[in-house]
């Protein structure tokens, strides 16, 4: 079984930056690949950033491409968003998720191939 915190969220101006942790328990957080999602209130969610689960690959929606990076720290349990340069269109609740174990080390990009979610930590960027 694996939980899955999110922390880090809060408002900040355009251009602003933000670190998201996901803070996971669970006796094999290494096994799984993990990703980052947000979501805007009566939207689907949508794909923001995915790393393997050895950490060796990402994948960025293209929206947040050089400005958002994603990574994890194995031995601490965490996974961490860190994002620059924000845009009010970044506004919405992030989701940090881990998806079921893959025999091949990649990014999984789709919602439906995530098992573990949770709570959501809100981002809120001003103009």
């Known amino acids: 079984q694996v939980q899955l915190v999110e922390s880090g969220g809060g408002s900040v101006q355009a251009g602003g930056s933000l670190r998201l942790s996901c803070a996971a328990s669970?006796?094999?957080?290494?096994?799984?690949?993990m990703g980052w999602f947000r979501q805007d209130p009566g939207k689907e969610r949508e794909f923001v950033a995915g790393?393997?689960?050895?950490?060796?690959?990402?994948s960025y929606a293209d929206s947040v491409k050089g400005r958002f990076t994603i990574s994890r720290d194995n031995a601490k349990n965490t996974m961490y968003l860190q994002m620059n340069m924000l845009k009010p269109e970044d506004t919405a609740v992030y989701y940090c998720?881990?998806?079921?174990?893959?025999?091949?080390?990649?990014?999984?990009?789709?919602?439906?191939?995530?098992?573990?979610w949770g709570q959501g930590t809100s981002v809120t960027v001003s103009s």
């Open positions: 998720a881990a998806a079921l174990w893959l025999f091949a080390d990649v990014v999984v990009r789709t919602p439906a191939a995530y098992k573990y």
């Open positions: 669970g006796r094999t957080f290494s096994d799984y690949p």
């Open positions: 790393i393997s689960r050895s950490g060796g690959s990402t």
